[in-house]
């Protein structure tokens, strides 16, 4: 087993976020552990104490993105860094409430809201 590692510098990812896209890497062929996580000091000892807390990304400090995978070989664990990166590259252009372009009225953000009859959105 191989434990790699990254940390991306100030880069904030909503944990619902994370969490979707450690599913995904944790899916992939030879990943036996994934973790995306903010590295506060919460997580990090979690991490160290799951044996997933390698050196590399020991600077982490609390504002920064950790990407770690436990994987059966190098090429494995080094193959799925980079997916992770892709799906969260992949997420940047779709997070975030305003996926499009922002109503310019309030009739048009109510017409957006979920759950809001169309009769009271005129």
Known sequence: MVTRGRVRPDA???SVA???????????????????VMATELNQRVL?????WPAEVKR??????????????AAAADAALGQAEAFL???????????????RS???AARRLPGTPARYAK
């Open 12 to 14: 904030f990812v909503d």
């Open 18 to 36: 994370l969490m979707q896209v450690t599913e995904r890497v944790r899916a992939l062929p030879g990943v036996r552990a994934a973790a995306l």
């Open 48 to 52: 160290d104490e799951t044996d997933l």
């Open 60 to 73: 982490a400090g609390s504002a920064d993105l950790v990407i770690v995978v436990r994987a059966d070989s």
């Open 89 to 103: 590259a992949a997420r940047r252009g779709d997070e975030g409430p305003h996926r499009r372009e922002p109503p």
């Open 106 to 108: 309030i009739t048009g």
